[in-house]
């Protein structure tokens, strides 16, 4: 009789896990690949947290061949590994499916439930632009017959995903611009005076659109930010007449402030279509976006100083 236990109280390892072709078998035949035979495994990367190995497969009955990646995630899937897992040349090479791994180390609480689905979003995204992908959940069990600590629950394969808004997989750049949307977000969230957002509502998430999942933005205070190949700005846009009205008068009693405030930054007023620019930084996004993001974190975390800056300015104080 097996049953599932909570995932905390198993110390699951990657590299423990598939040291042998035996494992390797059993995840196949999870996904449906009955009868075929490994002929060569290459592990890349193997370690407690992660798993990265490419397995050559031979149909025992047809002699028809497969490679494999078989690729590990543990907790949170980043940003780094979607664009291993996709675009990576050593890894794309003649690979006919990919098969990513799910193992969250905690209970299942909101934060495994968002981890989950946004793998499964990006797992989608995969079958959607004909990247034949499976997306197999490693699920701790108590199994009173066995020494078997783990099954495989297979989520989602390459028929049963559902639409998405991507018939060809989107630019790598993509992935890397929402690397940094995400520190944002996040940099902003714990700096906030209102204190961090934690009112996460698990009973009901959003189905799988990458939009909502995978390509964040910023969070929304009121203005835009804006950093892309014009600079790093922010933007406070009216239509209306009295918005245009309210936003000219904030421009022209407060100027003097707005450029204490944002120093060093150019502030520019446009009639028409009324806008006010906070134009913080000149150079284009894509000077930073191949780097690490450790070396921008400080350009995002002044552009989200300065939003919320301009926020207290023009909304909590009018």
Known sequence: MEKEIAVEKVNFDFSKHFSADAEFKKLFKSIGFQGYEIVKNKNIQMSKDKLISIVS?????????????????????????????????KHNSDIDARVIIFYHPGEPECEYM?????????????NNCQMESYFIEI?????????????????????????????????????????I?????????????????????????????????????????????SWDENGMALIKEATSADEKQNL????????????????GSKIIFHSE??????????????EFIDLPLEQN????????????????????TR
Not at 248 to 263: A, G, I, P
Request: net charge negative.
């Open 57 to 89: 497969i031979v149909d025992s009955k047809t002699g028809n061949n497969k490679k494999i990646l078989i690729y590990g995630i543990s907790g949170e899937a980043t940003y780094t590994q979607m664009r291993e897992i996709a675009y990576e040349h």
């Open 181 to 225: 949307w995400t520190y944002f977000n996040q940099y902003a969230d714990d700096t906030d005076p209102a204190g961090p957002f934690s009112d996460w509502e698990c009973d009901d998430l959003p189905g799988l659109d990458p939009d909502l999942w995978l390509f964040v933005r910023p969070n929304d205070l009121g203005s835009n930010c």
């Open 248 to 263: 000219k008068d904030f421009f022209q009693d407060r100027k003097t402030e707005l450029e204490e405030t944002f120093e």
């Open 273 to 286: 279509p009324c806008k006010l620019v906070i134009m913080i930084d000149e150079r284009p996004l894509s």
């Open 139 to 179: 699920v701790a069990t108590e199994d009173t017959d066995s020494n078997n600590l783990f099954h495989y629950s297979n989520m989602m394969g390459f028929y049963n995903q559902t639409q998405t808004n991507y018939k060809e997989l989107p630019p790598q750049s993509l992935f890397q611009e929402v690397e």
């Open 114 to 126: 968002n981890n989950k689905q946004m793998t499964k979003s990006f797992i989608n995204l995969l």
């Open 297 to 316: 974190k400080r350009m995002i975390e002044k552009l989200a100083d300065y939003r919320m800056a301009f926020y207290h300015m023009f909304w909590l």
